[in-house]
């Protein structure tokens, strides 16, 4: 069966959506991308959506549910690379993509990632970012 | 007034793969057109969220794709039809946030954002039929 691929680098999950996306394909990346992160204790995973040219609300429902499932996981989701008419269209849709972090492009959005990692909380898995002093 | 020009297709739409269908034939046609790059993605959106209801909550259906044109200007009209169960108060599914399947709510009312001309009709139990319009 056809399959999104999921690149590990570093701490980091980076999945490129370059096909147009049907439902089992859908179904198929959520399944391996929180197995992955199991598998890996990957801390933050990178969506580059730059090859689609369409975010329907169902998309856009998946990118949602991707972050908030790696985030019950403890890893953070960056979406890069959206196009700017997709990005209007997705505005007028009524879908603001609330709740999923957003960067320009691949680069930006491994920034945004590890300034998400405090350091030296690698290894301590417990209360992760919240400790202080 | 708007005429049809003899361009006219339909397309069966029943699973997830028609509605990537759709819109990989929605998009060559309003490319080809020569429809601004936003336009094409609203278009292309738009006929996603309608072909995607119809498979959701119609049982599946037809989409016929026409090319319109008068003295101005050119554009597509898309009208999607079904046989399923209709829609009991119109004006409640076009909201934003109402739905009865698993999706967002945003379908028919965000669809109609993105076009030009949207028209809907459905009976109870005899089905729906949208018909949208974007011009170049």
Known sequence: ?133 | MAVVEKRDETLAISSSDDIVRVRQTARAWVVELGFSMISQTKLVTAASELARNMVEFGGGGTVRLEILSDSIHAGIRLTFEDHGPGIPDIELAMKDGYTTGHGLGLGLGGSRRLVNEFQIDSQVGRGTRVSIIRWK
């Open chain 1, 1 to 133: 069966m056809e399959r999104i691929p999921i690149l590990k680098m570093g701490e980091f999950l980076l999945i490129t959506i370059q096909v147009d996306m049907h439902d089992r394909l859908a179904l198929a990346l959520q399944d391996d991308l929180t197995e992955r992160i199991i598998q890996t204790g990957a801390r933050g995973v990178l969506i580059d959506i730059s090859s689609l040219d369409v975010v329907d609300s169902f998309t856009g429902r998946l990118l949602g549910n991707i972050a908030a499932m790696s985030r019950l996981l403890d890893a953070e989701t960056v979406v890069v690379g959206m196009q700017p008419a997709v990005a209007m269209t997705l505005v007028e849709l009524g879908l603001s993509l609330e709740g999923v972090r957003t960067a320009l492009n691949v680069e930006k959005g491994m920034e945004a990632l590890k300034s998400s990692l405090e350091p030296g909380t690698k290894e301590s898995k417990n209360g992760r970012g919240r400790e202080k002093g």
